[in-house]
């Protein structure tokens, strides 16, 4: 079974950057697409960014991060990557990674991104 482990997230000033990481374990990462998700208070888990497997050719993003967020794959290094600019508050969230289709693996604890003044 793969494990996920996100690191990267912080506080952030609005306009401000950061860059995610999710650490998988296993040799059987690179065949899959990956995608990011996210899920702030109250609401569900929405799918930020997705990823194709293997080269990481194609890549897909949600409308409200399309040309802030960049999502990457290493799969030398098992992780996957995303980078984010210009942070809204509104991008406030704790963000997993995992699967972007059919079942997930076991989620991981995810990494907080809180985007304050």
């Known amino acids: 079974q793969v494990q996920l482990v996100e690191s990267g997230g912080g506080l952030v000033q609005p306009g401000g950057s950061l860059r995610l990481s999710c650490a998988a374990s296993?040799?059987?990462?690179?065949?899959?697409?990956m995608a990011w998700y996210r899920q702030a208070p109250g609401k569900q888990r929405e799918l930020v960014a997705s990823?194709?497997?293997?080269?990481?050719?194609?890549?897909n993003y949600a409308d409200s991060v399309k040309g802030r967020f960049t999502i990457s794959r290493d799969n030398a290094k098992n992780t996957l990557y995303l980078q984010m600019k210009s942070l809204q508050r509104e991008d406030t969230a704790v963000y997993y990674c995992?699967?972007?289709?059919?079942?997930?693996?076991?989620w991981g604890q995810g990494t907080q991104v809180t985007v304050s003044p």
């Open positions: 990823i194709s497997g293997g080269s990481g050719g194609t890549t």
């Open positions: 995992n699967k972007a289709l059919g079942s997930s693996f076991s």
């Open positions: 296993g040799n059987i990462f690179s065949v899959y697409p």
